[in-house]
Every structure is written in C-alpha cells, then in structure tokens.
C-alpha cells in the first residue's frame, strides 16, 4: 500500500534481525499467495467486492490478518485499482471489463510482522501501449531492487526508477505516494520514493526492510484524490501502473521476501489475462 509522502508516523528505523526477516518471509508468502488465489478468479463481470470477499477468506484460513482491512479507516482487505486509478481503490460492485487493467494490493500481517506486494493485471483486451506500460513500470520494480543493497542510498533506488521511466521511456513517476520501510508495521520509516537524485538520502544497511513500489502514469504525473479519501487518480484520465515487492538490503543483492511466482502461474492458466512481464530482461530478481 503506498504511502503519502511525509505521512510516516515514526522517525525511527527498525533494522531486522533474520528472525524477524524470516517472519516477514512468512508473512509475504501469504500475500503472494492470496494474490496468486485472486489472479484465477480476475474475469470481465467479476468485481472487487467479489475479490475482496474471496481474498479476506483466503488470508485468514493461511493465519494471517488482513492488513490493509481498518488501517486508518480503510473499508477492504485489498486495494483495487483499475485503468486510470493508480492506487487506494475501494473495491466496488463495478464488473471488470475485457480491456480493463487492474491493480490488486494486498497487504497481511503474521506473528506481528508485516507483508505487502502488488501486480497490475491485464485483461485480454488491453491494447499493446497499455501493455508496454505495465513492461516497463514492472521493469522499473527490479531496476529498483538492483540498487537495493548495502553501500548504496535510497536516491540510488529512486533515480533508477525515474530514470528508467521517464528518461529512457515516456512516462511519469507520481510524486505524491512513495513506497516505505516495513516491518512491526506496515509503513515504517524511511520513505522511498520513485524519483530522486543518486548519491543521496539514507545509506542502505544489511537488515533495512522496503516495500519498493514504481506507480507510473501513461501521461502526466499529477494525481487527484476521489471524494472517498483514498482512491487517486491519474488527473488527466490516462491509465497508470502499479508493481510492488517487499525486500531487505544485503550485500552484493537485495532478498526479495515476496514472489509473483503464483501470480504468473495463475495467469498461464487463466485466458482471461495476458501474460505480464519487465520490459528489459536480464533482472537475477525477475524470477520473483
């Protein structure tokens, strides 16, 4: 779930001991894995109240707690947001349509640790700009992730992003919401935002705990928020993406605690959705 920027509550950085990163391993497999569940129900005339419903379940028969579910008044256990919202949709009663993308967040909490990971679908209908949209806001998670290890600073990690999006390809990075540390809960210190300058910001140390999440719009990068309180939309209507991976810095790699490995298993075998993968291959992380 991204954060608005400047919205953490604690100053504080909690860096994991394995103990702790194995909880949130643990608590990541549930999110991948209900994000895995919910890839095989996504069809035209399924909505995200029945997602939701089916997800909810699906959390709390693996142990776990929906986290996003009350998390400062928020009404579901997934954020879904589809076509020209970019984060924080409500899940409605609204059917999903053939050329509709659709980005599913989920958020869960186990044994008091925290995982959250997102992936924007694509229905079958969606049209291949749209397509290289999602190539390149996927491609631009790992390019991310490359950068997440000990030694570097979190404006390496954000100047990937940027520039992979906006000066190697012709989209936007929404300024406005950033990914954020993870952990005891779900937003921790320090923010990470998708667009910035190397060299600077918080030196990244073994142990630092990130959800890293690319929201990167077709057009323009300003956003306006509904009259609900959470959903954003792009504000000039065109369609915006959404990737995610909870990860911890280590040396020479970052290990990623979460996986799409479900999420591209469902999709093979669902023919309502079209394959999504990074626009650039040759990522060590793309197997997540």
């Known amino acids: ?49 029945d997602l939701d419903k089916a997800a909810e379940a699906y959390i709390r028969d693996l142990g776990g707690r929906p986290a996003f579910k009350g998390y400062n008044g928020f009404p579901a256990s997934l954020c879904i947001s589809y076509n020209d919202i970019v984060v924080h949709g409500i899940p409605s009663d609204r059917e999903f349509q053939e050329a509709d993308i659709v980005s599913i967040d989920c958020g869960v909490e186990w044994q008091g640790y925290y995982g959250d990971a997102a992936f ?53 990075v929404v300024r406005e919401l950033v990914g954020h540390g993870i952990g005891r809960s779900l937003h921790e210190e320090p923010e990470m935002p998708n667009y910035g300058k190397r060299g600077q910001g918080l030196l990244l140390q073994n142990g630092l705990t990130l959800a890293i999440e690319p929201m990167v719009n077709m057009g323009r990068r300003e956003v306006h928020q509904h009259e609900d309180g959470w959903t954003i939309h792009t504000r000039d209507g065109k369609p915006s993406a959404h990737f995610e991976h909870s990860i911890v810095v280590r040396k020479g790699q970052a290990d990623i605690l979460s996986t799409h490995e479900f999420i591209h298993e469902a999709i093979k075998n669902n023919p309502h959705l079209t394959e999504v993968f990074p626009k650039s291959a040759n990522f060590a992380a793309q197997k997540n």
Not at 10 to 24: G, H, P, Q, R
Not at 128 to 133: E, K, P, Q, Y
Not at 134 to 155: F, N, S
Request: aromatic residues 10%; contains cysteine; glycine residues 8%.
């Open 120 to 172: 924007t679908f694509a229905m079958r209908g969606v049209s291949s700009a749209v397509m290289d949209l999602l190539e390149v806001t996927y491609a631009a998670l790992y390019k991310g992730i490359e950068q997440a290890v000990v030694g570097k600073r979190i404006g390496d990690i954000s100047f990937a992003i940027q520039h992979y999006c906006e000066r190697e390809h012709p989209y936007s």
């Open 1 to 49: 779930m991204g954060l608005f920027s400047s919205a953490a509550k604690s100053k504080k950085i909690f860096y994991k001991t394995d103990e702790e990163v194995e909880l949130m391993r643990a608590a990541n497999l549930i999110v991948s894995k209900t994000l895995g569940y919910v890839a095989t129900l996504l069809k035209p005339g399924v909505t995200g109240k």
